[in-house]
């Protein structure tokens, strides 16, 4: 577990590394794009947004459910705080491997419960494709609560 872990905490900067040093080729990992697009919606996910500067400016806030169990703000709480990570395609069309994001147990559990968990491995699985999809509807969300603003 210590191993599968450890590949888990490094993951996004092995993601951001490549990035940052040119290469593209690596939001061609399975769900590397979902993932950086994750941490860029953070500040439309949260249940409190800065003031903005003045009164013809503002940050559109994304509500409801990222799934059915799973609210926005609980998502922005555990990417913020904690991980989502994804684990190598193995080929296997029966395997999750590669398939699946990864986040921690707390996108799905209250902070205080999760806190008294202590050491835990529990995770939550959903869908690369899932996710995609979801993101694509809430930025277009915020697309479209900015331009509503500006009429």
């Given amino acids: 577990m210590s191993t599968q872990y450890n590949n888990h905490s490094t993951i996004l900067a092995d993601i951001?590394?490549?990035?940052?040093?040119?290469?593209?080729?690596?939001?061609?990992?399975?769900g590397a794009k979902e993932i950086v697009a994750l941490y860029l919606m953070i500040p439309y996910?949260?249940?409190?947004?800065l003031d903005p500067p003045d009164d013809l400016s503002f940050i559109p806030k994304i509500t409801g459910r990222f799934g059915k169990d799973i609210s926005f703000n609980d998502l922005r709480d555990t990417?913020?705080?904690?991980?989502?990570?994804?684990?190598e395609d193995d080929g296997d069309s029966n395997s999750r491997h590669g398939k699946m994001l990864c986040f921690d147990d707390r996108i799905i559990c209250d902070?205080?419960?999760?806190?008294?968990?202590?050491l835990h491995g529990n995770a939550v699985f959903i869908p690369i494709d899932y996710v995609h999809h979801r993101l694509v509807q809430a930025a277009q969300e915020v697309i479209n609560a900015h331009n509503v603003k500006k009429h």
């Avoid at 951001?16 to 399975?30: M, P, Q, T, W």
């Avoid at 996910?45 to 947004?49: G, W």
């Avoid at 990417?79 to 684990?87: D, M």
């Avoid at 902070?111 to 202590?118: D, I, L, T, V």
């Fill in 79 to 87: 990417i913020a705080h904690s991980f989502v990570t994804v684990e």
């Fill in 111 to 118: 902070k205080k419960e999760h806190s008294k968990k202590g």
């Fill in 16 to 30: 951001a590394l490549a990035i940052l040093n040119g290469n593209k080729d690596a939001l061609d990992i399975n």
């Fill in 45 to 49: 996910m949260s249940n409190v947004v």
